[in-house]
């Protein structure tokens, strides 16, 4: 069995939007899919340890930013890799609410989604959760291309295993210093590695330089 | 709300392989995705009218055909606008077994999954059936590019709306005449649509020359 063919699935990237109480939070996921036309019903996959999964149950519903190609990796790096729990993940973000009062990213976004949470099915490390849509709108604000982004691009891409508008997979990269935490690697567009800053943090997560770890090519 | 956001969710291309008894059958999907990895979870969404639906239920079990980019529109099309209740599916597609029996494609594809049924909740329309991975192949078995071909792929550049080789929306069809049963648009790559001989069928569903209709540009 070679599980390198799951690889080869297809999703888009996500910012799932909800509240706990008033207070907007969420996480990137790459698990939206539309599995009805009649009535619309979306499904989105998210872990139980997520603070977004029991917050979605409480408030029994979601949004939905659908993250266009322009979407900085310290966006999606923002929502993923630090819990709101204990963070406010839209502090630094700019957004505003759906009329049922679910956060929206404002930026490089390929329109957003609001559902209202119709049921859910807990398996063994995550729920799946089905909405029925009561608001969407289309359009690319703050985004060039207006492309949705692809899981593959988010890895090929923005995680820095290709520059943005070079050939993909044809042009090495200069180093191979990779955060341990969320797998970026560094590009060499700032100068070689061991020139940064020590103040110099992964800009995916947010990890400090001395996490990062030289891979042997 | 505007339901345009929806085609901005990401989805790939799947022929989705089960049995009726002993015979291959199945059906074109864009809802196959991984929802959890311990154990490995696939999920895939059919509608109950599909012949698939009732024979996944009955084997207890499906393939899935990642197709790649290279997987033509008449492939997609033979699995896509027929019914696998009156027609064997499979007569004239290159295939094999899995070792569970599951029909998967030899040519095209980026891969392949075999997976055990272990839930299924009906929706009003469609199932989201739940399979455990039992069987998997990475691989591009006559893929040009290996690239899967995502949903967006299919409809920009398979179904005729662009040249597979050409910059995307950016060259005018040289017709409008478009299959009412697939929404192919006939490319004129074979000169003029009243030239076309009356044996001439749709390359992506086999409807007649007849059955087109001209829009209005």
């Known amino acids: 069995m070679d599980t390198m063919a ?16 008033d207070r907007p939070t969420g996480c990137t996921v790459n698990t939206v899919i539309q599995v009805t036309s009649d009535p619309i019903l979306i499904m989105a996959c998210v872990n139980h ?7 979605i149950k409480q408030s029994k519903g979601f949004s939905v930013s659908i993250l266009s190609e322009e979407t900085p990796g310290s966006v999606i790096g923002n929502f993923g890799f630090r819990s709101g729990r204990d963070t406010d993940k839209f502090a630094s973000i700019p957004y505003f609410l759906t009329p049922e009062g679910y956060p929206v990213l404002k930026l490089n976004t390929c329109g957003w989604l609001e559902c209202k ?23 690319t604000a703050g985004a060039a291309s207006g492309n ?9 891409v923005v995680k820095g295993k290709a520059p943005a ?12 210093w990779t955060c341990p ?3 970026y690697q560094y590009d060499g567009s700032a ?27």
Chains 1, 2 share one sequence.
């Open 165 to 176: 508008n070079a050939p993909i997979f044809e042009k090495p990269l200069e180093s191979l």
């Open 148 to 156: 949705p982004m692809t899981y593959a691009y988010y890895h090929r």
């Open 6 to 21: 799951l690889r080869n699935l297809t999703y888009g990237m996500f910012v799932l939007g909800t509240k706990n109480g």
């Open 191 to 217: 100068g070689p590695f061991g020139d940064l800053p020590h103040s110099w943090k992964c800009p995916i997560c947010g990890a400090g330089k001395d996490a990062f770890k030289l891979n042997k090519a």
């Open 117 to 139: 949470l119709e049921s859910f099915t807990d398996l063994k490390t995550h729920t799946l959760f089905i909405g029925s849509l009561t608001g969407a709108e289309a359009g």
């Open 49 to 55: 340890q997520n603070f977004t999964n029991q917050c």
């Open 181 to 183: 935490i969320c797998g």
